[in-house]
């Protein structure tokens, strides 16, 4: 096992490494010199308009929030996976259960309109303001 | 092997490091990727433990969910990103004084605790297999769907709480 993890370890330093010495040849090489349109943020050639740091909707919260939990759920298939085939037909039950009791959430935020974009929330309150 | 000693001092260093830049730094962004650097090396350190899946698993809930719920947090909440954090002369006093009494705790817990030591550590399999047993067939099945349950509430609770400030938000 800790073979499998110096792998994964390797591959780290070498990511890490092959970034640092690409950034270090290039500020050897280059000219440097400083213009303002090289302090632009690049956006395929346009130029940006308004500020970077702008404030994003506060609907992806709720999605992250809702990954969240799905992300432990896959979290627990892996095991699952792994001695599947040993365990056979109860295992397969036991993670249907498991799963099923999970959508019940998904449902929920579903049908409640979490999962849905800007527009349709609006249209969505006008219709239950005029019942 | 003295190479492995070396590397989990490195991650050991990485982790203190990387923690202490979190609660001094002053953007708060820059907090939150090096909150990034703590749990992946948090996650290298369970390597060290013989923890394959919890190693795995803290890479991928912390660093690929918790920590992009943080960001999101930072982006929206705030809605600047330049904001500049302060830390005031009381903080320190009573953080630094919560923090060793916590870390003298965990040293006396450490301290007590007949630890199992082994001279030589045997070949050691993944534990990925060992947890799917574990889970599967003996007394954690019970838990195990009742945790289903407890991500479900978790999930209802979240979304019933966001969504209300959300929507005023709009």
Known sequence: MDLDFANVLIFLVVGCVFVLLNLTVSRLLQTRLFTEEKYIPYECGEDPVGDTRIKFNARFYIIALIFLIFDVEIVFLFPWGVVFREIGVLAFVEMVIFIAILLVGLAYVWVKGDLEWIRSIQSGSKESEVQ | ?170
Request: net charge neutral; hydrophobic share 60%.
């Open chain 2, 1 to 170: 092997m003295e190479l492995k000693p070396l590397v989990f001092y490195v991650f050991a260093l990485l982790t203190i490091g990387s923690a202490v830049i979190v609660v001094t730094v002053r953007n708060i962004v820059h907090a939150a990727f090096s909150l990034m650097v703590t749990l992946f090396s948090i996650a290298g350190l369970y390597v060290f433990l013989q923890a394959d899946f919890l190693a795995a698993t803290q890479v991928i809930v912390y660093v690929g969910g918790i920590l992009v719920l943080i960001l999101f947090g930072v982006m929206m909440t705030s809605g600047r990103l330049d904001m500049k954090l302060k830390m005031e002369r009381g903080q320190l006093f009573w953080g630094g004084l919560v923090t060793i009494l916590i870390f003298a705790l965990l040293l006396g817990v450490i301290r007590r605790t007949p630890w199992n030591v082994q001279e030589e550590l045997g070949t050691v399999e993944g534990t990925t297999a060992q947890i799917g047993k574990a889970i599967l067939q003996s007394e954690f099945l019970l838990p195990f769907e009742v945790a289903s349950v407890i991500l479900l509430i978790a999930l209802i609770g979240a979304v019933l709480i966001s969504r209300k400030e959300v929507r005023e938000d709009e």
